[in-house]
């Protein structure tokens, strides 16, 4: 079963909890996240650098201001005019929302914000007049001369934000402002579902037209167009499935794998693509061209297609599959190395043989082709003039580079403007994201990541390759998806962060540039957890298996997933990613589509993914604990034992042994070094025949409480990790990347490599800690 969703707050491997956990989400009254002002404000000065108003607000806040202010006498307004000015300025507190209980848009915000009781008492002895004036809550009104009930109502239940104590607060405003970040650096961020129901979506882009429709292409050969509500047109943008090469076999890397649209789409209409087909028994990858249709500007004209170049495939893998236009007008194609594994393919392998095109980044020219050759070499394409190279060569030494982006730039200096970022998938042991330049050589087959894979030719001075940005182990992840750097408007926290992602393990990860020392910081990303993201129309969960990274238009950054990686599989999501700690001033971001004539049906956009509430726990006691279901029967394998052991006391007359029952499939039982455990132990796997060991590639507390749940302990205290229960050196390791969402009844239900295919060793033996009753494992 592969319909697993991961990283849900990252189920419990990946768990973001942060400082002394005090759940602190800013939030204004129109239930979004706080901003920063475009300038300074006139009236609420407090809130000028980072709160809930713009200027304007600010100017409607002090109109009022005087409008109540002429309702008072002369000695009321000197007492109470500074109060009546603080109150008013809640509104642009960057934590407004709490302050006015308005997290819940489906509740009545309050018209006085949440005091601190020693605060409304000092209000209400001198200024409680000023009340009757702000507010026409006639229950608060009734009681102006109670001073208990007046401050209870006016009272919040969470005293950490009644005002004016949350301003001397240091747990809420150290870090005001900034990406939500737990002790380990994690990043908190969260998602907004914009498609659902694709086919392993492959590619999301944009035609830079000014319409903000956005392409996304499925596996299959088929690419739809949404507008920009979201809504799909019924007719397809394209459909080349049946010239498209592909299998419903998950993980077949074949198929449709690439689009973009020419710079001057606007004015050409051209339109390319990357897909792999059979050619009188040869597989081959395509690059095509085709054009707008005429009569119908949300589809192409199938019978224009124009075969610009295609490349003989000798394995069914490593197909590479991006497609890009640079700032320079001409086209990149990215292709993998070949197939099969550690590049095979004669003396040095296809990756460092510059005279076949596989394993490469290609430059070439398909500008003004209407007549003459269907491309042309760049002038400075830097093997040019090498009669031992193909002219079209941009960049080498590349296994399988999956996903790849230019850089916008910074919005105001465009600095790392047109840089070229690659996500290039590794072989055994690391994934890379690599920085491509021109005439550069990234290392394989001799080096992957920062280590040597063939030996003798990674000892050659004269290959002078270049290093990756950063690499990491297999431990991490198995199958690097390249993203962007982001450079939208809408998070502005996150300009300048590259982020990408590992299609295996399903780990969101980011990287920043440190200007001073050029090196490349890592953080991981989680999802939002406690009030994080709580807002409107905001997710913090996506599925495991993450293809791809997108901008739209705007610069807003997306990814695509998937439960079950088969081309034919209906599972595939689109996430927009969002930032909820800081966003863009109220209008600075608004976008103006130009009309789209619509000839097709429209379906309406509905979102399937909900929010995941999830209260953390503080380490470091992690109780993390599942209840299995009630009528769970042990597996045969293991006898269930009283709490605490063998039972002392009486004894029982033993049952004549019956006829043993037979083990089925996926049955398993905890063993320690000293022999059979009880609740703690290695796993060991019963199939076909034969136990065996599981690694602990991927494993969390949702696959340590299927096994627990299978031997009848309600609970799941730990997933073990590294051997801690022993390494089983005397058994076969049949079980590896086991992935699941902690329903199912066997680990063989999981989503998993295949049996006794593995990337790992016993020191790598996953274990569990079950328990019959709820215990903190500390």
């Given at each position: 079963?592969?319909?697993?969703?991961?990283?849900?707050?990252?189920?419990?491997?990946?768990?973001?909890?942060?400082?002394?956990?005090?759940?602190?989400?800013?939030?204004?009254?129109?239930?979004?996240?706080?901003?920063?002002?475009?300038r300074?404000?006139?009236?609420?000065?407090?809130?000028?650098?980072?709160?809930?108003?713009?200027?304007?607000?600010?100017?409607?806040?002090?109109?009022?201001?005087?409008?109540?202010?002429?309702?008072?006498?002369?000695?009321?307004?000197?007492?109470?005019?500074?109060?009546?000015?603080?109150?008013?300025?809640?509104?642009?507190?960057?934590?407004?929302?709490?302050?006015?209980?308005?997290?819940?848009?489906?509740?009545?915000?309050?018209?006085?914000?949440?005091?601190?009781?020693?605060?409304?008492?000092?209000?209400?002895?001198?200024?409680?007049?000023?009340?009757?004036?702000?507010?026409?809550?006639?229950e608060?009104?009734?009681?102006?001369?109670?001073?208990?009930?007046?401050?209870?109502?006016?009272?919040?239940?969470?005293?950490?934000?009644?005002?004016?104590?949350?301003?001397?607060?240091?747990?809420?405003?150290?870090?005001?402002?900034?990406?939500?970040?737990?002790?380990?650096?994690?990043?908190?961020?969260?998602?907004v579902?914009?498609?659902?129901?694709?086919?392993?979506?492959?590619?999301?882009?944009?035609?830079?037209?000014?319409?903000?429709?956005?392409?996304?292409?499925?596996?299959?050969?088929?690419?739809?167009?949404?507008?920009?509500?979201?809504?799909?047109?019924?007719?397809?943008?394209?459909?080349?499935?049946?010239?498209?090469?592909?299998?419903?076999?998950?993980?077949?890397?074949?198929g449709?794998?690439?689009?973009?649209?020419?710079?001057?789409?606007?004015?050409?209409?051209?339109?390319?693509?990357?897909?792999?087909?059979?050619?009188?028994?040869?597989?081959?990858?395509?690059?095509?061209?085709?054009?707008?249709?005429?009569?119908?500007?949300?589809?192409?004209?199938?019978?224009?297609?124009?075969?610009?170049?295609?490349?003989?495939?000798?394995?069914?893998?490593?197909?590479?599959?991006?497609?890009?236009?640079?700032?320079?007008?001409?086209?990149?194609i990215?292709?993998?190395?070949?197939?099969?594994?550690?590049?095979?393919?004669?003396?040095?392998?296809?990756?460092?043989?510059?005279?076949?095109?596989?394993g490469?980044?290609?430059?070439?020219?398909?500008?003004?082709?209407?007549?003459?050759?269907?491309?042309?070499?760049?002038?400075?394409?830097?093997?040019?003039?090498d009669?031992?190279?193909?002219?079209?060569?941009?960049?080498?030494?590349?296994?399988?580079?999956?996903?790849?982006?230019?850089?916008?730039?910074?919005?105001?200096?465009k600095?790392?403007?047109?840089?070229?970022?690659?996500?290039?998938?590794?072989?055994?042991?690391?994934?890379?994201?690599?920085?491509?330049?021109?005439?550069?050589?990234?290392?394989?087959?001799?080096r992957?990541?920062?280590?040597?894979?063939?030996?003798?030719?990674?000892?050659?001075?004269?290959?002078?390759?270049?290093?990756?940005?950063?690499?990491?182990?297999?431990?991490?992840?198995?199958?690097?998806?390249g993203?962007?750097v982001?450079?939208?408007?809408?998070?502005?926290?996150?300009?300048?962060?590259?982020?990408?992602?590992?299609?295996?393990?399903?780990?969101?990860?980011?990287?920043?540039?440190?200007?001073?020392?050029g090196?490349?910081?890592?953080?991981?990303?989680?999802?939002?957890?406690?009030?994080?993201?709580m807002?409107?129309?905001?997710?913090?969960?996506?599925?495991?298996?993450?293809?791809?990274?997108?901008?739209?238009?705007?610069?807003?950054?997306?990814?695509?997933?998937?439960?079950?990686?088969?081309a034919?599989?209906?599972?595939?999501?689109?996430?927009?990613?969002?930032?909820?700690?800081?966003?863009?001033?109220?209008?600075?971001?608004?976008?103006?589509?130009?009309?789209?004539?619509?000839?097709?049906?429209?379906?309406?956009?509905?979102?399937?993914?909900?929010?995941?509430?999830?209260?953390?726990?503080?380490?470091?006691?992690?109780?993390?604990?599942?209840?299995?279901?009630?009528?769970?029967?042990?597996?045969?394998?293991?006898?269930?034992?009283?709490?605490?052991?063998?039972?002392?006391?009486?004894?029982?007359?033993?049952?004549?042994?019956?006829?043993?029952?037979?083990?089925?499939?996926?049955?398993?039982?905890?063993?320690?070094?000293?022999?059979?455990?009880?609740?703690?132990?290695?796993?060991?796997?019963?199939?076909?025949?034969?136990?065996?060991?599981?690694?602990?590639?991927?494993?969390?507390?949702?696959?340590?409480?299927?096994?627990c749940?299978?031997?009848?302990?309600?609970?799941?205290?730990?997933?073990?990790?590294?051997?801690?229960?022993?390494?089983?050196?005397?058994?076969?390791?049949?079980?590896d990347?086991?992935?699941?969402?902690?329903?199912?009844?066997?680990?063989?239900?999981?989503?998993?490599?295949?049996?006794?295919?593995?990337?790992?060793?016993?020191?790598?033996?996953?274990?569990?800690?079950?328990?019959?009753?709820?215990?903190?494992?500390?």
């Open positions: 079963m592969r319909n697993l969703k991961v990283r849900k707050a990252s189920a419990a491997a990946l768990l973001c909890l942060g400082r002394e956990y005090l759940d602190s989400r800013e939030g204004c009254l129109d239930f979004k996240p706080p901003f920063r002002p475009p300074g404000l006139a009236f609420c000065r407090r809130y000028g650098d980072f709160g809930c108003c713009d200027p304007r607000r600010d100017r409607a806040l002090l109109q009022r201001f005087y409008r109540l202010s002429a309702r008072l006498d002369g000695p009321t307004y000197a007492a109470c005019a500074g109060h009546l000015q603080d109150l008013l300025c809640q509104e642009c507190s960057p934590y407004a929302a709490h302050l006015y209980d308005a997290e819940d848009p489906s509740t009545p915000v309050r018209t006085i914000p949440g005091l601190c009781q020693d605060y409304c008492l000092q209000v209400w002895q001198k200024c409680r007049s000023i009340f009757r004036y702000l507010s026409a809550d006639q608060l009104i009734a009681l102006e001369n109670n001073m208990a009930k007046f401050c209870r109502y006016l009272s919040l239940e969470d005293t950490d934000y009644c005002f004016p104590h949350l301003l001397a607060n240091q747990n809420l405003n150290q870090n005001l402002g900034l990406v939500t970040a737990d002790a380990e650096g994690c990043l908190q961020l969260c998602l579902e914009v498609a659902n129901g694709l086919r392993n979506p492959v590619a999301m882009v944009h035609a830079n037209d000014g319409t903000h429709r956005f392409f996304i292409a499925e596996q299959v050969g088929l690419v739809w167009t949404y507008l920009p509500d979201r809504s799909r047109l019924e007719k397809p943008f394209l459909n080349i499935s049946k010239a498209v090469l592909t299998s419903p076999w998950e993980g077949d890397e074949r449709f794998l690439g689009i973009v649209f020419h710079p001057k789409f606007k004015f050409n209409g051209k339109v390319y693509v990357y897909y792999s087909v059979e050619v009188r028994y040869e597989e081959r990858i395509r690059i095509s061209e085709f054009r707008i249709s005429p009569a119908d500007m949300n589809s192409l004209d199938h019978g224009s297609e124009r075969i610009i170049l295609e490349i003989e495939e000798p394995a069914s893998n490593h197909n590479g599959g991006e497609l890009l236009f640079g700032d320079d007008g001409y086209l990149y990215f292709t993998g190395d070949g197939g099969m594994a550690g590049d095979p393919f004669g003396t040095f392998g296809n990756a460092q043989n510059k005279s076949t095109l596989l490469k980044v290609l430059r070439i020219d398909v500008n003004n082709n209407d007549r003459g050759p269907l491309y042309r070499i760049p002038p400075d394409n830097p093997f040019l003039n009669p031992k190279a193909r002219p079209e060569i941009y960049a080498y030494g590349v296994r399988n580079m999956w996903r790849c982006s230019f850089d916008r730039g910074e919005p105001h200096t600095e790392g403007r047109g840089r070229l970022f690659c996500g290039d998938v590794g072989q055994n042991k690391y994934e890379e994201i690599d920085i491509v330049e021109k005439g550069k050589n990234y290392g394989w087959r001799a992957e990541g920062f280590s040597c894979y063939d030996k003798k030719l990674c000892t050659n001075s004269s290959m002078d390759d270049v290093l990756p940005i950063y690499a990491y182990p297999h431990k991490m992840g198995k199958s690097v998806t993203g962007y982001y450079r939208g408007c809408e998070s502005p926290n996150l300009n300048g962060l590259y982020i990408f992602g590992d299609f295996m393990s399903g780990r969101l990860m980011s990287l920043k540039e440190d200007h001073a020392t090196e490349w910081q890592y953080s991981e990303i989680c999802m939002g957890t406690g009030q994080t993201c807002f409107p129309g905001l997710i913090n969960n996506y599925y495991q298996y993450i293809i791809s990274f997108a901008e739209d238009e705007a610069g807003e950054l997306y990814f695509m997933s998937t439960g079950i990686p088969s034919t599989a209906p599972h595939g999501v689109v996430y927009k990613v969002v930032d909820t700690s800081r966003r863009a001033p109220p209008g600075k971001c608004r976008v103006e589509p130009s009309p789209v004539k619509v000839k097709s049906k429209r379906i309406q956009f509905v979102p399937k993914e909900k929010l995941i509430v999830k209260t953390p726990t503080p380490r470091p006691r992690l109780k993390a604990m599942t209840e299995a279901p009630r009528g769970v029967r042990p597996d045969p394998e293991t006898p269930l034992m009283p709490a605490g052991g063998e039972r002392r006391g009486q004894r029982r007359k033993k049952k004549p042994p019956g006829p043993a029952r037979p083990l089925r499939n996926g049955a398993v039982r905890l063993m320690e070094q000293q022999g059979r455990g009880r609740s703690r132990g290695r796993v060991e796997v019963y199939i076909n025949g034969e136990w065996g060991t599981v690694c602990d590639d991927g494993w969390t507390l949702s696959a340590a409480t299927v096994v749940r299978q031997l009848g302990f309600p609970y799941v205290v730990r997933a073990s990790k590294k051997a801690e229960f022993g390494e089983g050196t005397s058994l076969r390791i049949l079980l990347d086991v992935q699941c969402s902690g329903q199912e009844k066997t680990l063989l239900e999981c989503a998993h490599a295949d049996v006794g295919t593995h990337n790992c060793s016993h020191e790598e033996d996953a274990g569990v800690v079950c328990s019959r009753e709820e215990v903190a494992d500390w």
